[in-house]
C-alpha cells in the first residue's frame, strides 16, 4: 500500500498567516491527490482533488500543487474558519489512503 | 440538495456482526461510486470500501477483506456495509462518501464530495 506522510502533524498559527501543509507518497501517484479539511465533529469537506483543481465554493485562498511524490496545500491568509484538521487522500491505486492528518491551531 | 445518512450503528461485541446503511438523496444515486470511510476516536481517516455504480467493482482495505461487505440496491438509492467479526480495532464513526466522478484523460480519480453525517460504531465486551 501507498503510504502518505503529511507533515507536519500540528501546528500553530495566527489570523492572516500563510499555512503551507505538505503531503510525501511513498510513490509516485502522478497527480491523484485530494485534500480535505475537517472540523471537530463534523464530517470531511472536499478542499482540492487532482492535487491542484480546487472544488466549487472553496475560497480562492486555498490552493494545492504538487505531482509525482511531494504535494502541498496551501493557506495563503488563514481566516477564524480555518482553524481544522486537513487531510490528504492519495487516489493512484487501491486501498486509498490517507496521511495521518495536519491539526491547524490558533496560536 | 445532496443527502448522504448513515444508520446502523451500536455497540456490538467482539465477534459480533452490524449492517451499516446510508441513504442517499438528491442526486441519481445510480450514476456514483460509493465509499465508506472510518475514523477511530481520536484518529485520521481510513478508506474502507468503494464499489462502483453498478456493483461490478468492489474495493476493500486489507484489514476487512473476508470480514466486511459493500453492497448497494440502487432501487432503494443505499449503500450497505456487511460487517462481521467485528474486532475492537473497528470501532470507528462510519461515514458514507459519494465520489464526484472525475475523470481526465482516460483517468478516473477517487474524490468524495459529499459525506453522511457518521455513525458510530463500537466493539467491546
Known amino acids: 500500500a501507498i503510504q502518505m506522510t503529511q507533515s507536519p502533524s500540528s501546528l500553530s498559527a495566527s489570523v492572516g498567516d500563510r499555512v503551507t501543509i505538505t503531503c510525501r507518497a511513498s510513490q509516485g501517484i502522478r497527480n491523484e491527490l485530494t485534500w480535505y479539511q475537517q472540523k471537530p465533529g463534523k464530517a470531511p469537506k472536499l478542499l482540492i482533488y487532482a492535487a491542484s483543481i480546487s472544488q466549487s465554493g472553496i475560497p480562492s485562498r486555498f490552493s494545492g500543487s504538487g505531482s509525482g511524490t511531494d504535494f502541498t496545500l496551501t493557506i495563503s491568509s488563514l481566516q477564524p474558519e480555518d482553524f481544522a484538521t486537513y487531510h490528504c487522500l492519495q487516489d493512484f491505486s487501491y486501498p486509498l489512503t490517507f496521511g495521518g492528518g495536519t491539526k491547524v491551531e490558533i496560536k | 440538495e445532496v443527502q448522504l445518512a448513515e444508520s446502523g450503528g451500536g455497540l456490538v461485541q467482539p465477534g459480533g456482526s452490524l449492517r451499516l446503511s446510508c441513504a442517499a438523496s438528491?442526486?441519481?444515486?445510480?450514476?456514483?461510486?460509493m465509499s465508506w470511510v472510518r475514523q477511530a476516536p481520536g484518529k485520521g481517516l481510513e478508506w474502507v470500501a468503494h464499489m462502483k455504480e453498478d456493483g461490478s467493482e468492489k474495493y476493500y482495505v486489507d484489514s476487512v477483506k473476508g470480514r466486511f461487505t459493500v453492497s448497494r440496491d440502487n432501487g432503494e438509492n443505499s449503500l450497505y456495509l456487511q460487517m462481521s467479526s467485528l474486532r475492537a480495532e473497528d470501532t470507528a464513526v462510519y461515514y458514507c462518501?459519494?465520489?464526484?466522478?472525475?475523470?481526465?484523460?482516460?483517468?478516473?480519480?477517487?474524490?468524495?464530495?459529499?459525506w453522511g453525517q457518521g455513525t458510530l460504531v463500537t466493539v467491546s465486551s
Open positions: 462518501a459519494r465520489d464526484l466522478g472525475y475523470c481526465n484523460n482516460g483517468v478516473c480519480h477517487a474524490v468524495f464530495d459529499y
Open positions: 438528491g442526486f441519481t444515486f445510480s450514476s456514483y461510486w
